[in-house]
């Protein structure tokens, strides 16, 4: 498994396409997933279970969220027209922190303990399906589009090959990590990217921009509808604010 | 009755989408039985993991009545509640029955309604079973399916193992990304009952995802024509009402 967790990381189109023709192409591509998805989970569902641990700490953490959000709020363009939410918080922080407390403290059959250690599981166990949920909605449209461009494929090559492009996302686990997290997961996001591309043309035996085609084809035909959609709501407003005036 | 390591096998071959799997199952000659028992069974076990999940969830979480109280209490007490029964000499009223209102809800699972689930899982998934089964079978058989009503069936059933991811339920809160677990399933159910379809009726690729996929689209269509219908009715009964009020 780590060996086609290390190809994936490299694009070895030779271990792609001895996979490819392996007869539990799902199983093992869906172990790379898996394995992905423990590790993120326990590592984001640990960081989050420190920041959590007690009431003090969890309203330790919403209090620099606050106070991000405030300092965000004072550098903002419109302050001026912001500074009466700016005061509605300043004047009720310390009461809303209490209330938080309280709530925190409230009497539970099982200890507080035992509560974090089911949150740090529970993040375990959802994030490989997260990470399923994704990949299967990517799949099936770059399966269909693959399909259409002449591909050759089997959907079950599709997935296995296609769950691969999760390796990259193991940077996910460093999401905790202040001001190098987001940039992480960019990195890890675009990289797999480049992964499924490369898994659709070995599944499918596609050149590589029939296979890129593959990849961006839904999304790309989706932002479009959008900004349709976008365009002609904008013409709408624009065109009954002017029958209103 | 089926050895269960031969079962588990069937639904672990069904969960990876292995055409050996669903073609086994057409060919059994018990292969309808067999999947009422693994349907039955993986309702079963997805229930009971629910129940265990929302018992530890409701160990560790206070006391609904409690939560309420504290709620109110603190939020009484906050500055922005003085000010707003200064500005509004009718608010305080209104937010004692906005909070009577909500009072009442919880989002901590009963134990009567999870212990209920253990029952209604497993039926709603035959029922879900049946209908779907009949659906893509009529389908199929439109599109030139080969296969019998048993073996759609039979081979259906085998779909029904993507709900066992639903086992992570055992673990409390184990909705950390709300609708991961119900998407996942859903594509996975789906993928399931093409692979079903494709090897039951011997279908080409698009006439089997066409089987497969066609019935929820019209049955998504009519729903939202449905739902539309009701609520043209309900604004137009509301219209009315008002304009009767009024004069």
Same mark, same amino acid.
């Given at each position: 498994?780590?060996?086609?967790?290390?190809?994936?990381?490299?694009?070895?189109?030779?271990?792609?396409?001895?996979?490819?023709?392996?007869?539990?192409?799902?199983?093992?591509?869906?172990?790379?997933?898996?394995?992905?998805?423990?590790?993120?989970?326990?590592?984001?569902?640990?960081?989050?279970?420190?920041?959590?641990?007690?009431?003090?700490?969890?309203?330790?953490?919403?209090?620099?969220?606050?106070?991000?959000?405030?300092?965000?709020?004072?550098?903002?363009?419109?302050?001026?027209?912001?500074?009466?939410?700016?005061?509605?918080?300043?004047?009720?922080?310390?009461?809303?922190?209490?209330?938080?407390?309280?709530?925190?403290?409230?009497?539970?059959?099982?200890?507080?303990?035992?509560?974090?250690?089911?949150?740090?599981?529970?993040?375990?166990?959802?994030?490989?399906?997260?990470?399923?949920?994704?990949?299967?909605?990517?799949?099936?449209?770059?399966?269909?589009?693959?399909?259409?461009?002449?591909?050759?494929?089997?959907?079950?090559?599709?997935?296995? *090959?296609?769950? %691969?492009?999760? @390796?990259?996302?193991? $940077?996910? #686990?460093?999401?905790?990590?202040?001001?190098?997290?987001? !940039? =992480?997961?960019?990195?890890?996001?675009?990289?797999?990217?480049?992964?499924?591309?490369?898994?659709?043309?070995?599944?499918?035996?596609?050149?590589?921009?029939?296979?890129?085609?593959?990849?961006? *084809?839904?999304? %790309?035909?989706? @932002?479009?509808?959008? $900004?349709? #959609?976008?365009?002609?709501?904008?013409?709408?407003?624009? !065109? =009954?604010?002017?029958?209103?005036? | 009755?089926?050895?269960?390591?031969?079962?588990?096998?069937?639904?672990?071959?069904?969960?990876?989408?292995?055409?050996?799997?669903?073609?086994?199952?057409?060919?059994?000659?018990?292969?309808?039985?067999?999947?009422?028992?693994?349907?039955?069974?993986?309702?079963?076990?997805?229930?009971?993991?629910?129940?265990?999940?929302?018992?530890?969830?409701?160990?560790?979480?206070?006391?609904?009545?409690?939560?309420?109280?504290?709620?109110?209490?603190?939020?009484?007490?906050?500055?922005?509640?003085?000010?707003?029964?200064?500005?509004?000499?009718?608010?305080?009223?209104?937010?004692?029955?906005?909070?009577?209102?909500?009072?009442?809800?919880?989002?901590?699972?009963?134990?009567?309604?999870?212990?209920?689930?253990?029952?209604?899982?497993?039926?709603?998934?035959?029922?879900?079973?049946?209908?779907?089964?009949?659906?893509?079978?009529?389908?199929?058989?439109?599109?030139?399916?080969?296969?019998?009503?048993?073996?759609?069936?039979?081979?259906?059933?085998?779909?029904?193992?993507?709900?066992?991811?639903?086992?992570?339920?055992?673990?409390?809160?184990?909705?950390?990304?709300?609708?991961?677990?119900?998407?996942?399933?859903?594509?996975?159910?789906?993928?399931?009952?093409?692979?079903?379809?494709?090897?039951?009726?011997?279908?080409?690729?698009?006439?089997?995802?066409?089987?497969?996929?066609?019935?929820?689209?019209?049955?998504?269509?009519?729903?939202?024509?449905?739902?539309?219908?009701?609520?043209?009715?309900?604004?137009?009964?509301?219209?009315?009402?008002?304009?009767?009020?009024?004069?």
């Amino acid at each position: 498994m780590i060996e086609l967790f290390n190809a994936a990381l490299t694009l070895n189109q030779n271990v792609l396409r001895s996979l490819r023709e392996a007869p539990n192409v799902v199983l093992r591509g869906l172990s790379v997933l898996l394995f992905v998805g423990l590790l993120v989970g326990a590592v984001s569902g640990a960081s989050a279970a420190i920041r959590t641990s007690t009431p003090e700490q969890t309203v330790a953490d919403v209090r620099a969220q606050v106070d991000t959000f405030v300092e965000q709020l004072t550098l903002s363009a419109n302050s001026e027209q912001v500074q009466p939410l700016i005061q509605l918080v300043n004047e009720n922080e310390e009461a809303f922190y209490t209330l938080l407390i309280d709530l925190q403290t409230l009497p539970t059959t099982l200890p507080r303990p035992v509560r974090v250690i089911f949150q740090w599981l529970a993040s375990v166990v959802s994030t490989p399906l997260a990470y399923l949920a994704g990949l299967l909605l990517t799949v099936i449209f770059t399966h269909i589009a693959a399909r259409q461009l002449g591909g050759q494929g089997s959907i079950q090559q599709m997935i296995g *090959l296609g769950a %691969l492009s999760t @390796a990259p996302h193991a $940077l996910d #686990a460093l999401n905790f990590i202040p001001g190098i997290g987001p !940039t =992480l997961g960019f990195i890890g996001w675009a990289w797999g990217l480049v992964i499924l591309v490369v898994a659709t043309l070995v599944a499918h035996k596609l050149d590589s921009g029939r296979a890129t085609m593959a990849v961006l *084809l839904y999304p %790309l035909i989706l @932002a479009l509808l959008g $900004l349709l #959609a976008f365009c002609l709501l904008l013409f709408l407003s624009v !065109t =009954l604010a002017a029958g209103a005036a | 009755m089926e050895a269960p390591p031969s079962l588990v096998r069937l639904a672990l071959g069904g969960l990876l989408l292995d055409p050996t799997a669903y073609r086994a199952q057409r060919e059994s000659p018990v292969g309808m039985r067999r999947g009422l028992i693994l349907v039955l069974l993986i309702g079963l076990l997805v229930g009971v993991a629910a129940l265990i999940g929302d018992v530890g969830e409701l160990l560790t979480q206070p006391d609904p009545q409690a939560v309420s109280d504290t709620l109110r209490s603190g939020l009484t007490a906050m500055p922005w509640y003085e000010q707003a029964v200064e500005a509004t000499p009718g608010f305080a009223d209104a937010f004692e029955q906005f909070f009577a209102q909500i009072g009442g809800l919880s989002f901590t699972p009963t134990p009567l309604g999870s212990a209920l689930g253990v029952l209604t899982t497993p039926l709603v998934a035959v029922i879900s079973w049946f209908i779907g089964g009949a659906m893509v079978h009529l389908i199929a058989r439109a599109f030139g399916g080969t296969g019998r009503f048993g073996q759609t069936l039979a081979a259906t059933a085998l779909a029904s193992s993507a709900n066992l991811l639903g086992l992570v339920q055992v673990v409390p809160y184990a909705e950390v990304f709300p609708g991961a677990l119900l998407l996942a399933g859903l594509l996975l159910g789906l993928l399931c009952s093409y692979v079903a379809v494709r090897e039951t009726h011997g279908l080409a690729s698009w006439r089997a995802f066409w089987a497969v996929t066609l019935g929820p689209l019209l049955l998504s269509l009519l729903l939202l024509a449905l739902y539309c219908c009701v609520v043209f009715v309900f604004a137009g009964a509301f219209g009315s009402f008002v304009q009767g009020v009024g004069q």
